[in-house]
């Protein structure tokens, strides 16, 4: 049966959130699941690979639930954990390559899937444009604090990135392209170099340049911030950088 016209009445209210305890009781029967227990949701965007909705048991004991679109978004399952946790579960829809998705923080019973469903969403706003990730809010949380206030990211990367906003592409892309890759590189110069191909000083030069054009200091921690989540709402924008 396809997932979705199976467990969909009784995840519905459970995922919307606020259900009075004796229908967490009638959905815990229903869904084959106990009330309380390692629980997180996933809401993944677009089409989902037939093979990657399995009900389980996995091989870890975790157990799958699914339920079909809603919200604007793709389909959403409810994941009893089993003894890899996250890990294990995210691995499963990598393998398959469903994506993009986020997946809520752990919660300890079905009660409680209405908060991790809008979580589950929020981290989903994280990916990148046209990846296939499947992201945890709980590795995002500044990321997700961005993405939940449109208006003051859209602030941050006009007040930070302004005047690297205006060169031409080609050459904000390059800027930009050093910086993440120094930001991946631990703050290597060397590093970073010999993942851009070019001389250190090169790499020099370059962050120097964005430091002016940005009025913001890599040495300087609260600036460092500063670029750091500015780099992510660039990440998010549906535009090139």
């Known amino acids: 049966m396809r997932r979705g016209t199976r467990y969909g009445v009784l995840l519905g209210p459970l995922l919307a959130g606020g259900a009075p305890p004796d229908l967490v009781r009638r959905a815990a029967r229903g869904l084959g699941l106990p009330e309380r227990g390692a629980y997180a949701v996933v809401v993944l965007a677009g089409s989902v ?14 157990r799958w639930r699914w339920c079909g679109p809603g919200d604007g978004a793709g389909d959403v399952a409810v994941v009893l954990l089993g003894a890899a946790g996250p890990p294990g579960a995210l691995a499963r829809l990598g393998k398959h390559g469903a994506g993009p998705g986020g997946m809520s ?11 991790a469903r809008r979580l589950a969403g929020t981290a989903l706003l994280t990916c990148a444009p046209g990846t296939r990730e499947v992201v945890r809010l709980d590795e995002r949380l500044p990321t997700a604090l961005l993405v939940s206030r449109p208006e003051l990211s859209a602030r941050l990367l006009a007040e930070v990135f ?21 930001l991946e590189c631990g703050g290597s110069m060397g590093r970073a170099a010999v993942r851009l191909r070019c001389h250190r000083n090169t790499v020099f030069n370059r962050l120097r340049r964005l430091e002016r054009l940005t009025a913001r200091s890599l040495s300087r921690p609260r600036e460092l911030v500063d670029l750091v989540l500015a780099l992510d709402v660039l990440r998010l924008s549906s535009a090139p950088p």
């Open 49 to 62: 690979p037939e093979a990657a909705v399995a009900e389980g048991p996995d091989a870890d004991g975790t």
């Open 105 to 115: 923080p752990v919660v300890g019973s079905l009660a409680e899937l209405g908060a």
């Open 162 to 182: 302004g005047p690297l906003l205006a060169l031409v592409p080609a050459e904000r892309a390059v800027l930009v392209g050093t910086l993440e890759a120094w």
